[in-house]
């Protein structure tokens, strides 16, 4: 790597890593390292953020994580947990629809007070149905 571009990158660097050329260098060469390496790590963490705040999400209406992704797969309802975690987030009644529809199709999770709501949109939907 030629001198100027080392120099440039290692902008900031404290002490000799900034001047020295050969430290420099190595110093360089190591952020890119670890650069290269987090933004593998920050993928991860960041799936790993969404699916934590979904649980939450999830677990407010009584349907477990599992249950819900797996109820949005059977139902054909394709939202990555990027936009699932928003939802919870900053759009909770757009959530719990989706909760509502996995809990309406699948009857699972469903608590006392949710499974009455349940069972009245069912009997709507079944008289409202053509014979």
Known sequence: MHRDKVF??????????????RI?????????????????????DMRSLWITRITAGSRQY????????????????????????ELAMNEPY???????????MHGSGASSSSSSASSSRAAAAVSAAPK
């Open 8 to 21: 440039k990158l290692a902008k900031g660097f404290r002490g000799r890593a900034k001047n020295c050329i």
């Open 24 to 44: 420099a260098r190595e110093r360089v060469e190591k952020s890119l390292q670890y650069a290269f390496r987090d933004r593998k790590t920050k993928k991860r």
């Open 62 to 85: 009584g349907v477990k994580y599992s249950q819900l992704i797996h109820g949005l797969k059977q139902e054909n309802i394709e939202v990555n947990r990027k936009v699932l975690s």
């Open 94 to 104: 757009s959530f719990k629809a989706l909760v509502d529809q996995v809990r309406f």
